[in-house]
């Protein structure tokens, strides 16, 4: 079966613009969540979306937002980018919130410049 | 904050059993064992998880000790392609503000030939 998918593999952006991550969960899956990834603060939780609906936020600030579609699909929006945003984003999908296991895509990286 | 402790680095040979530890000494009665994988520059991927029996599938075993405060992974054939970073993570399965994972910065198996 397909797994998820994450569009673009590479991004380089310059500093204040904004940027849209996509996310294809795998086929059946209804909860999404989406990590950032650092050299320095390692792996962290952005945010995570069942049904639409934001069900969990990490600590980032409201520059990082995200959403869902009614097919699962969801999408993360950087604004004002800065420097420190340059990491690799990563998107993950389950059933429902986990229990089993997430699926992990093999995520965007994201340079800022 | 990781509740979890894991040695940063470890050797093992090619063809051997890898046996990475991890400690998680506060662990609650209701929280469960993962552990994911991290290959270079790819998304995480699900190992395996358990909440107190020992667990084996296809990829490896994870044995908790009685008390719960520490568990072993066990890969009985490590590989080349087993060289990765290995996460060991707690977490309710309860939904909601659970459905989150708490990346600590794992154990670095370097597998030689």
């Known amino acids: 079966k397909a797994g998820v998918t994450q569009t673009p593999r590479y991004l380089i952006k310059t500093r204040g613009q904004q940027v849209t991550l996509s996310c294809s969960p795998i086929?059946?899956?209804?909860?999404v969540s989406w990590y950032q990834q650092t050299p320095g603060q390692g792996l962290q939780f952005l945010f995570e979306?069942?049904?639409?609906?934001?069900?969990n936020k990490g600590n980032f600030p409201g520059r990082f937002s995200g959403r869902q579609f009614s097919n699962s699909r969801s999408e993360m929006n950087v604004s004002t980018l800065e420097l420190g945003d340059s990491a690799l984003y990563l998107c993950?999908?389950?059933?429902?919130?986990?229990?089993?296991?997430?699926?992990f895509g093999s995520g965007t990286r994201l340079t800022v410049v | 904050d990781a509740k979890t402790t894991q040695p940063p680095s470890m050797d093992c040979a090619e063809g051997r059993a890898a046996n990475l530890p991890c400690n998680h000494s506060?662990?609650?009665?209701?929280?469960?064992v993962y552990w994911y994988r991290q290959i270079h520059s790819q998304g995480p991927q699900y190992i395996i998880h358990?909440?107190?029996n020992n667990e084996t599938n296809e990829m490896a075993s994870l044995i908790i000790t009685e008390d719960r405060k520490s568990s072993t992974l066990i890969l009985p054939h490590a590989t080349l392609r087993d060289t990765a970073v290995y996460y060991c993570?707690?977490?309710?399965?309860?939904?909601?503000?659970?459905?989150?994972?708490?990346f600590g910065t794992g154990t670095l198996l370097a597998v030689q030939p």
């Open positions: 358990g909440l107190k």
């Open positions: 979306y069942f049904s639409e609906t934001q069900r």
């Open positions: 993570i707690v977490r309710v399965n309860q939904g909601g503000a659970t459905n989150k994972l708490i």
């Open positions: 993950a999908s389950s059933w429902t919130g986990g229990e089993g296991g997430y699926t």
């Open positions: 506060t662990i609650s009665g209701n929280e469960y």
């Open positions: 086929s059946g899956h209804r909860s």
